[in-house]
């Protein structure tokens, strides 16, 4: 599985849109992009996955580049409840590798 | 709606003692998995099942054991705990094996080792 690289905190204003970036240059052409989060000492939860469409659900949208090199996650509108680490994960078998994450703090 | 659940959520442990954590969910996956998380560290594999008595293993199965006698159950066997093995153990399933399938956690058990 392709490595990702995610910066290691963020801030985002409640009710403002927050991107979360991630990088994965050494993805290839088969590996899905997958978005978790964790909330304080709960399991992860499933967020959003794509190949190298755009996606969207009722949770968030995730925007891959062209060359899929990398992808945000955006959470259009966040709540004090988004406040979380947040994973990105490149995969391609059966394994998901969980790196550091990113923790995004969502500020009243 | 049950999804992934773990039991216990907590457990204090002697060293060299054994202990089995259960993982259940009634989603019919074929797919099953155990991760172990460290503080302040992600998930790293411990075991997975591709299906009801098939095993291997991941990143870091020494000093666990799992079996896969049923498609909804998958215990994690510790046979002689260790402090090192005190960590956030979380279970996941999926559908099926296969990169295009989002998994599920369970809640985790917590466990020390003394």
């Known amino acids: 599985d392709a490595k990702t690289t995610q910066p290691p905190s963020m801030d985002c204003a409640e009710g403002r849109a927050a991107n979360l970036p991630c990088n994965h240059s050494?993805?290839?052409?088969?590996?899905?992009v997958y978005w978790y989060r964790q909330i304080h000492s709960q399991g992860p939860q499933y967020i959003i996955h794509?190949?190298?469409n755009n996606e969207t659900n009722e949770m968030a949208s995730l925007i891959i580049t062209e060359d899929r090199k990398s992808s945000t996650l955006i959470l259009p509108h966040a709540t004090l409840r988004d406040t979380a680490v947040y994973y990105c994960?490149?995969?391609?078998?059966?394994?998901?590798?969980f790196g550091a994450g990113t923790r995004l703090t969502v500020k009243p | 709606n049950a999804g992934v659940t773990q039991t216990p959520k907590f457990q204090v442990l002697k060293t060299g003692q054994s202990m089995t954590l259960q993982c259940a969910q009634d989603m019919n996956h074929e797919y099953m998995s155990w991760y172990r998380q460290d503080p302040g560290m992600g998930l790293r594999l411990i075991h997975y099942?591709?299906?009801?008595?098939?095993?291997d293993q991941g990143e870091v199965p020494n000093g666990y054991n799992v079996s896969r006698s049923t498609t909804e159950d998958f215990p994690l066997r510790l046979l002689s705990a260790a402090p090192s093995q005190t960590s956030v153990y979380f279970c996941?399933?999926?559908?099926?094996?296969?990169?295009?399938?989002?998994?599920?956690f369970g809640d985790g058990t917590r466990l020390s080792i003394l």
């Open positions: 994960i490149v995969r391609s078998n059966n394994d998901m590798r």
């Open positions: 099942s591709v299906g009801a008595g098939i095993t």
């Open positions: 050494t993805i290839s052409g088969n590996e899905y």
């Open positions: 794509g190949l190298k």
């Open positions: 996941a399933s999926r559908l099926r094996a296969g990169r295009n399938q989002p998994q599920h």
